[in-house]
């Protein structure tokens, strides 16, 4: 399982994505960030083992049982010529942005019927499941800075606002999985129903390659720690303040 890894790079998308939807101020970004990350681990949810199915015990385990359930039968439903013979449950429906599109509807138009209470749900749930990956300095972080956005916010005039980053969020932070499984050694389906080379469920990847073992090496030393650093410097104001101290002993000298 890539947990923490997928919750990394879907901080990194949501804070690259933030300043299209208007999540300028670091408060927003990183609330956004934050709920992307978390949204990064539920395609995972087709897996018994993940953290998306152990996160609300009972609840989350049903969904996961549901889901594997939904899954294998519509592979079996529509698998190709081709296609392998397995039960299509893990990396499956869940893996595709057909399943991205869908989520990020779903918390799109149920934010907006629900209000307030509905986007406290999915904020609560993107975070609580990112901090369980990431640490619980998320939850502290992303908690404060989400709470003083709802403090300081026109209810009126950004609750529209807010649903609708909110079904960015869940639909970027699916599709990062998505992209992130792609590049490991049994691809991702992402692309599903496209029918290609007689498979309904081609599993897209790199040449062999760019591929890498989860959990290995390049995963735990390479792409982890690039990603850290990335998910520093794209936190709004942080590139431009390491730029500043670099150029100021140089204005200084030229003074």
Request: aromatic fraction near 10%; hydrophobic fraction near 50%; charge should be neutral.
């Amino acid at each position: 399982m890539m947990g923490r890894t997928h919750a990394l790079t879907g901080w990194c998308a949501g804070l690259a994505l933030a300043p299209t939807i208007g999540a300028t101020t670091v408060h927003q970004a990183v609330a956004f960030a934050a709920t992307t990350a978390g949204y990064a681990l539920l395609p995972d949810l087709d897996h018994p083992g993940a953290r998306a199915s152990k996160l609300l015990g009972p609840i989350t385990k049903a969904l996961s049982w549901l889901l594997r359930k939904a899954s294998a039968g519509l592979y079996q439903l529509t698998k190709g010529p081709r296609d392998e013979r397995v039960k299509g449950t893990h990396r499956h429906l869940s893996h595709t942005f057909l399943f991205a599109a869908l989520m990020g509807l779903a918390a799109l138009y149920g934010t907006r019927a629900g209000g307030w209470y509905a986007v406290a749900g999915v904020v609560l749930f993107g975070v609580v499941l990112a901090a369980d990956a990431l640490g619980d300095w998320l939850l502290l972080v992303a908690g404060a800075v989400t709470a003083w956005w709802a403090f300081t916010a026109d209810v009126d005039g950004e609750l529209e606002q807010l649903t609708g980053w909110l079904g960015v969020a869940v639909a970027a932070g699916c599709v990062t999985h998505c992209l992130g499984d792609a590049i490991t050694e049994h691809g991702c389906p992402f692309l599903f129903p496209l029918p290609i080379a007689g498979e309904t469920w081609y599993e897209v990847r790199p040449p062999s390659f760019l591929r890498f073992r989860t959990g290995k090496r390049v995963e735990n030393q390479v792409l982890f720690p690039v990603f850290v650093v990335l998910g520093v410097l794209l936190v709004p104001g942080v590139w431009a303040t390491i730029m500043h101290l670099f150029e100021h002993p140089v204005t200084q000298a030229g003074n």
